[in-house]
Structures are given as structure tokens and as C-alpha cells.
């Protein structure tokens, strides 16, 4: 189904639901984004406001998205990140459920508090938030090594497996869009080297565990100078290090990325020690993700910015490659 198909039954699904939550007389709400799960704002007479995420269908059982919300609920009660809570239903639960004509399948929701804020625009001089940004992610990771998993702990998982393997989350990069012969041969390649590096690497417990995953500037909030780490959604087990690479998804290429990523290994270092060799595995993780972006471009072509993004990121992609594999093959 194509993104504009759905638009009608998640908003009305969005203004339906607004009665499983106790929220102010004359609530709206209007759509924010839509990329995996659909963002709303809801705003309420006398200035009340509050995020509904309607979730993809299929995409995190309830039990995953109960662990999500466990676990930024922790991180922003104990390890010093400032992370949004959320309203429990009317029914006294977190995660709600519905469906609307229109609809495949029911739809998971959550209601979240409102942080005020601004995301960090990629054309401004970003050395700041990413060195703010390096520091948040050493915080989540030394609460990640030191917090108790719920029993029924459920969280996707990104690794060499889930992006290469037989069963890839996001599907398998070949089939990505415009991947000519001599593009797919450079990638081939690529895959093998980073496969073979991160077998080095290893999954050792201060290395690997629980990640945000999505550290992305539209998922950093700037209010008063201060940053606030929003959107746990693909929050899952995988190499730390992987989250400075989702911080510069998407923009791989750009020229700033060598300064931003020293600036956020400064931000890291100020709370947690990184090792020289972690430090010179970092591309290795740059490449897996933008490997994973690729696949998801690919899968994911009734997003507008999968569309925006088709023409040329299979191509960009080579190149990185190409400049990645001169130093580490």
C-alpha cells in the first residue's frame, strides 16, 4: 500500500483513539511524520500537548514495544538522559490497540509525553550537538551494560546477521534500487570485509548490548542547550558503536562526518573510556548501517523519503565503499 493510501485511516484511527487516554476537552491531533510508524501532534485548549505514535503493522509485538518504553522510562529515571515518558489508557495500560476501515491490521499506539525542543539542522555546524550527542550515548551504554532486562525482554536485534544474513530485518540490500552490475560487485565485496572485521571485533558485553539505534538528529531535541534523546523505537541489541552511525544516517557522505565523528568520540570519552581500536571501527559500523539503509530503501518504497532518496543511494553507496575498503581491506 502506498504512504498516501494510509493517510486517511491513520488520522482517523489518530482522532479516534485520542477517547483511550484521559486528554483535555478538544483535543486534535496533526500529523507530524510518517516513516515506520506514524508521529501526531496532539494539542488541547490552554496549551496541553502530547505525541501519538501509531506504530506499523507487524513490525514490534506488544511485548517489544513494552520493553521499549521500560527501558527509556530507566534510562531517563536513572542514567542521566533526558528521555520523553508516557500516559497510561484509561484502562491503566501503556500500549493501546485499534483499527479503522481501511486498515490491513490493528495498529499499536502510544501516547507520549511533549518535550519541547528543536532538531539540529544538518546544513548548521553540528560539532556541538554531536559532541553532546557522543556524550548520550555513553550515558545510555553504561546504563544499558548495568540495567536488569525485564523477564520478558523482546527487542530486535542489529548485527551482521540481521542485516546480511538469510532472514535481514529490513530485507536484503541486492534488492535495493538502481544497483547496477559493477555497483553490486563493489558492495559484494564490501560485505565480506565488514563481516570479516566485525568477527574480529567481537561481541564482548562492553562492546555489545542494549543500543538506541537510531540516534539520528531527528531524534535529538535541543531546548535551552540542553539535548533530549527521543524515539526508542528501534532501540534493540547491537554494537555500541552503532550508534554513531545511525547519527549521520543518510548523510554518510557528507563533508563534516570525519568532524562530527571526532566530535562525538570527545563527547564519549567525557563519560565512558573508547579504546584506539574501537575508535578505528567506527567507518566499519558507518558502512553496515548505510549497508542496512540501502535494504530499507529497497524495502520500503511507498515512503517518501525511500522514493526522494532511490535514484542515486546505491551509487553513493559504492563510492563510500570504495574509499572504505582502500583502508580496510
Known amino acids: 500500500m502506498k504512504q498516501d493510501d494510509i493517510l486517511g485511516p491513520l488520522q482517523r484511527l489518530a482522532e479516534q483513539s485520542l477517547a483511550l487516554w484521559d486528554i483535555p476537552e478538544g483535543a486534535t491531533v496533526r500529523l507530524l511524520n510518517i516513516s515506520e510508524n506514524a508521529t501526531y501532534l496532539v494539542e488541547a485548549p490552554g496549551g496541553w500537548r502530547a505525541i501519538l505514535r501509531v506504530h506499523r503493522e507487524n ?44 486498515m490491513s491490521a490493528p495498529r499499536h499506539m502510544v501516547l507520549f509525553h511533549f518535550l519541547p525542543g528543536h532538531e539540529p539542522e544538518p546544513d548548521h555546524d553540528l560539532v556541538e550537538p554531536f559532541r553532546q550527542l557522543g556524550e548520550i550515548a555513553a550515558r545510555t551504554h553504561l546504563h544499558s551494560i548495568g540495567w536488569k532486562r525485564p523477564a520478558d525482554f523482546e527487542r530486535l536485534i542489529w548485527n551482521e546477521e540481521t542485516v546480511f544474513g538469510d532472514h535481514p530485518t529490513w530485507g536484503d540490500w541486492r534488492d535495493g534500487p538502481n544497483i547496477s552490475a559493477q555497483t553490486r560487485a563493489v558492495l559484494e565485496r564490501l560485505e565480506q570485509v565488514i563481516r570479516r572485521r566485525l568477527a574480529h571485533f567481537g561481541k564482548g558485553p562492553e562492546r555489545y ?18 539535548p533530549r534523546l527521543i524515539d526508542f523505537d528501534d532501540c534493540g541489541l547491537g554494537w555500541f558503536l552503532y550508534d554513531f552511525a545511525t547519527g549521520v544516517s ?33 567507518d566499519t559500523f558507518v558502512m553496515l548501517r548505510r ?8 524495502s520500503h518504497s511507498e515512503v517518501d523519503i525511500a522514493r526522494e532518496l532511490a535514484p542515486r543511494f546505491a551509487e553513493v553507496t559504492a563510492e563510500l565503499a570504495r574509499v572504505y575498503l582502500a583502508g580496510h581491506e
Do not use: C
Open 209 to 226: 548490548g542494549l543500543i538506541h539505534a537510531d540516534m539520528r538528529l531527528a531524534n535529538l531535541l535541543v531546548h535551552e542547550g540542553k
Open 291 to 298: 549497508m542496512a539503509l540501502l535494504a530499507w530503501i529497497g
Open 250 to 282: 543518510f548523510m554518510e557522505d557528507h563533508p563534516q562526518v570525519p568532524t562530527l565523528k571526532a566530535a562525538w568520540v570527545e563527547g564519549y570519552r567525557r563519560i565512558r573510556p573508547l579504546s584506539p581500536e574501537e575508535e578505528d571501527e567506527i
Open 59 to 102: 513490525y514490534h509485538s506488544k511485548r517489544a514495544i513494552a520493553t521499549e518504553l521500560a527501558w527509556s522510562h530507566a534510562l531517563g529515571a536513572e542514567g542521566g538522559v533526558e528521555t520523553p515518558d508516557h500516559y497510561l489508557g484509561r484502562d491503566g495500560e501503556a500500549i493501546q490497540t485499534g483499527i479503522v476501515a481501511g
